[in-house]
């Protein structure tokens, strides 16, 4: 995976103040609003998604597929497929992932687990007709942890599950969120590589990143001009960058 380059994020967004007179970011404040920015663009995204599963339950998937098609595409590095969680030591009580953001399925033993609220726990565990099963199991979505009720747990349940991004380096995820970092040489800052941090969004998203920052700083986006000129600055640094 080709993520968003920090670099050419940061200095196309300052390319652009300097044009819009809005003065400059300092790598603290654009540092702290990369990573804003990305948890804003990646709610999107998953809001894309929620928004197909309602569009299928209204038959409406034609129209929308594209979206969601997108939408998975943008954020396919993310994904969690068919994860293991174990339950806490003798228990039927499960620990949601550290860094999970978006739950889309869990299954015990390659069946679907039906997931509820606390509130409906009490209907769907007293169920004469249909009572909780190894192969028809439910899952209580509690705010800090997830119970299932089955009949007899012996296994750990999978799960798949969207991630929240944070940063990566040389094209590989890391723990760090997306960090600009530079060296001083005289009065000026200088990018430094080897301190900083891309994001963990594919890199054709670095037009919607700079998009996004500039308008957390209050950079009027409706100005047509202003956005093809951050697509533009954009491009050319790539083109700069591909070795000829």
Same mark, same amino acid.
Do not use: C
């Given at each position: 995976?080709?993520?968003?380059?920090?670099?050419?994020?940061?200095?196309?967004? !300052?390319?652009?103040?300097?044009?819009? &007179?809005?003065?400059?970011?300092?790598?603290?404040?654009?540092?702290?609003?990369?990573?804003?920015? !990305?948890?804003?663009? =990646?709610?999107?995204?998953?809001?894309?998604?929620?928004?197909?599963?309602?569009?299928?339950?209204? !038959?409406?998937?034609?129209?929308?597929?594209?979206?969601?098609?997108?939408?998975?595409?943008?954020?396919?590095?993310?994904?969690?497929?068919?994860?293991?969680?174990?339950?806490?030591?003798?228990?039927?009580? =499960?620990?949601? *992932?550290?860094?999970?953001?978006?739950?889309?399925?869990?299954?015990?033993?390659?069946?679907?687990?039906?997931?509820?609220?606390?509130?409906?726990?009490?209907?769907?565990?007293?169920?004469?007709?249909?009572? *909780?099963?190894?192969?028809?199991?439910?899952?209580?979505?509690?705010?800090?942890?997830?119970?299932?009720?089955?009949?007899?747990?012996?296994?750990?349940?999978?799960?798949?599950?969207?991630?929240?991004?944070?940063?990566?380096?040389?094209?590989?995820?890391?723990?760090?969120? *997306?960090?600009?970092?530079?060296?001083?040489?005289?009065?000026? !800052?200088?990018?430094?590589?080897?301190?900083?941090?891309? =994001?963990?969004? *594919?890199?054709?998203?670095?037009?919607?990143?700079?998009?996004?920052?500039?308008?957390?700083?209050?950079?009027?986006?409706?100005?047509?001009?202003?956005? &093809?000129?951050?697509?533009?600055?954009?491009?050319?640094?790539?083109?700069?960058?591909?070795?000829?």
């Amino acid at each position: 995976m080709t993520y968003a380059n920090i670099n050419r994020v940061y200095t196309a967004l !300052q390319v652009l103040l300097n044009k819009q &007179q809005l003065g400059f970011v300092s790598p603290s404040q654009f540092n702290t609003l990369a990573r804003v920015a !990305q948890d804003i663009i =990646f709610d999107s995204k998953i809001d894309d998604l929620n928004g197909q599963v309602r569009n299928k339950i209204r !038959q409406l998937e034609t129209v929308t597929g594209d979206l969601q098609n997108r939408a998975e595409e943008d954020i396919s590095s993310l994904f969690e497929y068919n994860e293991t969680q174990t339950a806490s030591s003798g228990t039927n009580i =499960f620990a949601y *992932p550290s860094n999970v953001s978006y739950i889309k399925s869990i299954t015990y033993k390659g069946n679907i687990v039906d997931r509820i609220t606390p509130s409906k726990a009490t209907y769907y565990v007293n169920n004469n007709w249909t009572p *909780p099963t190894d192969s028809y199991s439910i899952a209580i979505m509690g705010s800090n942890q997830i119970e299932i009720i089955g009949e007899d747990l012996t296994e750990g349940i999978k799960m798949s599950y969207y991630r929240r991004p944070r940063g990566s380096v040389s094209g590989v995820a890391s723990a760090n969120y *997306p960090t600009w970092a530079y060296t001083t040489v005289g009065e000026n !800052q200088v990018y430094s590589s080897a301190n900083s941090y891309d =994001f963990e969004l *594919p890199s054709h998203m670095e037009h919607e990143l700079v998009m996004e920052i500039a308008s957390l700083m209050g950079v009027n986006l409706r100005d047509a001009e202003v956005v &093809q000129y951050a697509e533009g600055k954009i491009a050319k640094d790539k083109q700069q960058e591909t070795p000829s």
